[in-house]
């Protein structure tokens, strides 16, 4: 049997608190999800990241591999014959060809192994998945279709998404996970998801912000323009007198499902003309002469 350094894998101490080994999964996972990731060795680093986790977020799995002691990673080693007596009675009648994420999985300890003792039931193991979705698929709801790594072989997963779900939201699949054992309920499995960057929107919570780019004119003057939302293309009003980062409010426009939808900011940018034509320049020119706005002035009052 080969040692895996679970606790190397995960980039967290030994002595790591369990939240500190959850934070570091879920930015793992993130990192390495081959739907995200442009490192060469992601698949395999992502599958590396989900089996220490598997271990090391249960108490009794964690206890048991710490007791193995600390050796390099990919070392030949077996465990010692008190080892197997305290946490793996029963669980194998051979340690020859196991592998360590399979051995932890089928631990013994607490599971009825003294005898004389009626076994005592089992729920199944739990897995974790990262599924990372476009905005607009978690807005409208979608099929992921995800690989699950179990000890038996790789599992294809068909997991709808419904409309409205949020970055962090998690998906359980009831009873999807590893088989419970004597007449323990089988495990779940837990799909965590998180929304891919996109080149229109930057996601706050529930809320959307987008860069507005308005004409002098249009800042000055009001106007209506027309911006892009979820669900379509809707005319936004701008105030006489909009500023520069100023933030333009669309109720309910953000992403959530029902009552609990965000909203959706426009960030206003003042854009000028790269270039001008000759009567563009001379109405410019008439406003310079005939405008007392001092800009530079009236941000210093305002500082005071």
């Known amino acids: 049997m080969k040692f895996k350094d679970y606790y190397a894998a995960l980039e967290v101490p030994r002595d790591a608190e369990a939240e500190a080994i959850k934070k570091a999964y879920r930015r793992l996972a993130r990192k390495y999800h081959p739907d995200v990731s442009k490192e060469p060795d992601a698949e395999a680093r992502f599958k590396e990241v989900n089996e220490a986790y ?6 009794e799995k964690r206890a048991a591999y710490d007791a193995l002691g600390q050796r390099r990673p990919g070392e030949e080693f077996e465990a010692p014959q008190d080892w197997r007596e305290h946490f793996a009675s029963g669980a194998f009648s051979g340690f ?10 089928a631990l013994g300890r607490h599971r009825g192994g003294a005898r004389g003792h009626a076994p005592r039931p089992r729920q199944g193991r739990d897995y974790d998945l990262a599924a990372a979705l476009s905005l607009e698929d978690a807005h409208r709801g979608t099929t992921l279709e995800l690989q699950l790594q179990r000890p038996e072989g790789p599992q294809t997963l068909h997991v709808t998404v419904p409309a409205g779900v949020t970055e962090g939201q998690k998906l359980r699949l009831r009873g999807k996970g590893a088989k419970g054992r004597d007449g323990g309920a089988d495990g779940d499995i837990y799909v965590h998801l998180q929304l891919l960057p996109h080149p229109r929107w930057r996601v706050d919570g529930k809320d959307l912000y987008f860069d507005l780019a308005l004409a002098p004119w249009e800042a000055a003057l009001g106007a209506q323009v027309e911006v892009p939302t ?30 609990d939808r965000g909203d959706m900011y426009g960030v206003v940018h003042i854009e000028v003309p790269p270039t001008l034509s000759a009567r563009e320049r001379e109405l410019f020119e008439a406003l310079a002469q005939e405008s007392r ?9 305002a500082q005071r």
């Open 96 to 105: 020859e060809d196991v592998d360590l994420a399979d051995l932890l999985d």
């Open 293 to 301: 706005f001092d800009p530079r002035k009236q941000h210093a009052e």
């Open 230 to 259: 979820l669900d379509g293309n809707v005319l936004l009003t701008i105030p006489p007198g909009t500023h520069s980062a100023r933030k333009l409010r669309l109720r309910g426009r953000g992403i959530g499902a029902g009552t």
């Open 54 to 59: 598997d271990t090391l977020k249960d108490a």
